[in-house]
């Protein structure tokens, strides 16, 4: 009797494939957790957690919540709030995992950027809340990947969660990646987006925030030129700056942060799995 091997084949190549849409889940803090919150034959569900809007996409017949995990979450049951077609709200439950981030001690020349004058705090306090407002937003906008392009070529020098001290002082932890490389080195949209946001802040230098559609959002940080204005529509690979050493930084390196509902993501999770020397 012949095999008909051909449909085996077909479906054997789709899978792979279709897997990469999403990002790699881990849930634990600065993870990424997915939820199935209704068949895909239903109108695209609502979803809250911690009172934020969460990004929805239709997968393998269900949509699916893909959900970003704090830092400061801790471990235990943690829940989405789905709201129906008629109007009620289900709650579906999920465990986040503990996980210990390595400690990392960094050397700062400028003693400023570890001890900021009274003014600098004033700037500091300002540019925060520009800040917290760019990750909080919203916009309504499908997604068909969540998989990211490496932003810059160069070699991962920091990974995200270390439990940072500058000059022996306790400071927030690591909320991105590091991709060390020479000033100049061009900067891409890791996905399609619009520029939310430029500037030039007191920590994080001159900055690119890319609004890729239903609360997830990178920031880029420390670059020496930015290339793009607010409003402009950038697609994947597309240059928006150039790595820099501006802000509070120990060399030349692109940092990359990912938000999702608000909540400060490992990037890695949306990378290749091979990510020591992004090329
Ligand atoms: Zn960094």
Redesign the pocket.
């Given at each position: 009797m012949r095999i008909r091997a051909w449909p085996l084949l077909a479906l054997l190549l789709c899978v792979p494939v279709q897997a990469q849409i999403l990002p790699r889940e881990n849930p634990v803090p600065g993870g990424i957790v997915v939820v199935p919150v209704a068949a895909e034959t239903e109108p695209a569900p609502e979803v809250y957690y911690d009172n934020q809007r969460v990004l929805v996409m239709p997968h393998a017949g269900k949509w699916l919540a893909v959900v970003g995990l704090p830092l400061s979450v801790g471990p235990g049951t943690q829940t989405v709030q789905v709201g129906g077609p008629d109007g009620r709200r289900r709650v579906i439950g999920f465990t986040v995992r503990p996980k210990d981030y390595a400690e990392q001690r960094l050397t700062v020349k400028e003693r400023r950027m570890v001890e900021p004058s009274a003014e600098d705090l004033a700037r500091i306090a300002r540019e925060t809340e520009i800040i917290r407002k760019v990750f909080a937003a919203w916009t309504e906008q499908p997604l068909t990947s969540l998989r990211f392009a490496p932003p810059a070529r160069g070699r991962l020098s920091?990974v995200f969660g270390l439990r940072r001290y500058f000059n022996d002082q306790p400071r927030q932890p690591?909320s991105?990646?590091?991709i060390a490389g020479p000033v100049g080195t061009p900067v891409t949209a890791p996905l399609a987006g619009t520029v939310a946001n430029t500037g030039e802040y007191f920590f994080n230098g001159k900055t690119v925030f890319i609004d890729h559609g239903q609360g997830l959002i990178s920031m880029f940080n420390h670059l020496s030129r930015v290339t793009v204005t607010p409003g402009a529509r950038v697609n994947t690979g597309e240059k928006i700056g150039e790595i820099g050493m501006t802000g509070r930084v120990t060399g030349p390196h692109l940092?990359w942060t990912v938000s999702l509902n608000n909540a400060r993501v490992d990037p890695a999770l949306f990378l290749p799995d091979d990510i020591q020397n992004l090329k």
């Open positions: 920091s690591h991105g990646i590091d940092h």
